[in-house]
């Protein structure tokens, strides 16, 4: 199983009020089908089997069809026919990653979409933290290993203010003022908060579990570093208001105070 | 030219159209020109609170709309010399408001006008986009709890990125804060937010504080901006927040519970 990374949440930018739609990117957490080609006889039967063990997660769930490292020859399978399989399976194809080109457009002909190719899961473990409080994994299969060379640091020198999300990727975030509740920062990298952070606080989302939180007053609403989060009822009311930083230690998400 | 300023909250409720009577006849009797704008299309509060439900013949979608010419929708206000009022339609909606319709409006009246005051619906939608999208300035009338410090926050925030200003790249919108219905003793008891709560929250500048007064339902009623009810509590805290809005410095009054004596509490309840 494999994930696509998050990508950056893109709110169209509108151009008069309010336009009938809005079009805006979304990170998705999908499963992706790696056929192995030996055994492709048995792929039918035996995802019947994994699909019984968890009905509930496995119905009617998205998925992304890896046609990479497949051989020429398997390149050609039917992928109608294969949609209409895990159809009856109440899995969901929803598009195809990797593959050559003859394979792509035939992909596209069948209606799937070619997707970017994901990052691989890894599942991170579940620990508490120092105050005792359970630390929990985001959600299963959200945690991607970094694989991008970091790029220079982004800087916010205004408030951020409820609604507003912003996403360093692939680098380090700043922001020169004060983080609203219902504000979202997220980064590949380190998030340093030089005033009070009230809102959400996701740090090294693509898997740096290197990457650290600070902030000059610690108000916020949720902390993640790696996939690994807390709550605002989880912070120690020891730190509340005062400056800390996060950071996992030993498979801890640990909060302390600077 | 004249200045463009929005009175919006993001909540409903909270004193949006109280305060924009309130300012436009402050800035009045200063003997600044002003129009007040009602762009709370299909609801129509703004005519109501300045008592000139009556005289209303064109409204401000017809003039959008080209139906009419904008001194023929203007209404003088006949208490007030240098205000005049720009009501709205109540048989249309928030989708009349054009961006095109609204800034050629806007522009014909900085001309004429020292201060155009736009009335925002609440919301986050178009109505309430369309009437910061202009503005220089914003006054942002809040109410001392959670759910309307939240919003008003998620309304800087689109001053700050969704306004023309922003759009372009100029100097922002000037933030103002007008913290209104602010009942001292429910805030000393804890039941309300305290002005230091939320101006940590919010971080601008702290325009007014507007007390919770009777005051401001009396004089709706009978269609008179509370600014001049100049014995209100309302009304003085109104002048005062103007006064500051041109630059004068005055102290915050209001902001703490009035003590009194067992007699005035006894002649105050006989009265
Ligand atoms: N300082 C005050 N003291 C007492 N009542 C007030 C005060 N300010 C406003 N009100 C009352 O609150 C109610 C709402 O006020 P108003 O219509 O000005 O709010 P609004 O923000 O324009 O509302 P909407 O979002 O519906 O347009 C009215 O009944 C008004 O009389
Ligand atoms: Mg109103």
Request: hydrophobic share 45%.
């Amino acid at each position: 199983m494999s994930v696509d990374p998050r990508t950056l949440a893109t709110a169209a930018v509108l151009p008069d009020g309010e336009p009938s739609f809005q079009l805006r990117g979304s990170a998705f957490t999908m499963m992706v089908l790696k056929i192995n080609e030996a055994r492709a006889g048995a792929l039918v039967t035996e995802l019947q089997d994994k699909v019984r063990q968890a009905p509930n997660f496995f119905r009617n769930a998205p998925i992304v069809v890896d046609l990479d490292g497949l051989s020429d020859d398997m390149r050609r399978i039917d992928l109608s026919g294969l949609v209409a399989r895990l159809r009856s399976l109440q899995l969901i194809v929803v598009g195809v990653q990797g593959g050559s080109r003859n394979q792509q457009t035939a992909a596209i002909a069948a209606g799937l979409p070619v997707v970017p190719s994901g990052r691989p899961a890894r599942l991170e473990p579940v620990a508490p933290t120092v105050t005792g409080v359970a630390a929990e994994a985001l959600s299963a299969g959200t945690v991607a290993e970094p694989t991008t060379a970091r790029q220079p640091t982004m800087i916010v020198n205004e408030p951020v203010r409820s609604g507003r999300q912003i996403y360093a990727q692939n680098c380090d975030l700043i922001v020169t003022a004060m983080v609203s509740a219902g504000a979202e920062l997220l980064a590949d990298g380190n998030i340093h908060v030089y005033g009070a952070l009230r809102g959400r606080a996701l740090a090294g989302l693509g898997g740096d579990k290197g990457a650290r939180i600070f902030c000059l007053s610690m108000e916020a609403e949720m902390l993640s570093v790696a996939g690994l989060y807390l709550v605002s009822e989880d912070i120690d009311p020891a730190v509340h208001r005062k400056p800390a930083q996060v950071h996992l230690k030993d498979g801890y998400l640990r909060l302390d105070a600077i | 030219m004249g200045k463009i300023i929005v009175m919006t909250s993001g909540k409903g409720g909270v004193g949006k159209t109280t305060s924009s009577a309130a300012f436009a006849t402050g800035f009045a009797l200063r003997g600044y020109k002003t129009v007040v704008i009602d762009f709370d299309v299909g609801l129509r509060n703004l005519d109501l609170v300045m008592g000139c439900e009556r005289r209303v013949v064109f409204d401000f979608i017809n003039i959008i709309n080209g139906e009419a010419r904008l001194n023929q929708a203007l209404i003088k206000d006949k208490r007030v010399d240098n205000l005049y009022i720009l009501p709205t339609s109540q048989t249309r909606d928030k989708d009349a408001l054009t961006k095109e319709g609204v800034e050629k409006v806007l522009e014909e009246l900085r001309q004429e006008f020292d201060y155009v005051i736009c009335d925002s619906p609440a919301g986050i939608e178009r109505g309430a986009l369309m009437a910061l999208y202009f503005a220089d300035e914003a006054i942002i009338v809040t109410n001392p709890e959670v759910s309307s410090v939240r919003d008003s926050d998620r309304i800087l925030g689109m001053l700050a990125a969704r306004s023309r200003r922003a759009e372009l790249n100029e100097e922002p919108v000037k933030e103002h804060l007008l913290l209104t219905r602010y009942d001292p003793a429910r805030v000393e008891r804890g039941e309300m937010l305290n002005v230091t709560d939320v101006l940590e929250i919010l971080a601008i500048p702290l325009l007014g504080v507007i007390p919770e007064s009777q005051a401001v339902l009396r004089a709706s009623n009978i269609g008179m901006p509370v600014t001049l009810d100049d014995k209100s509590t309302a009304g003085q805290a109104y002048r005062d927040a103007i006064a500051r809005f041109l630059g004068e410095q005055i102290e915050h009054r209001f902001v703490k519970p009035e003590r009194r004596g067992f007699f005035n509490r006894l002649l105050r309840r006989t009265a």
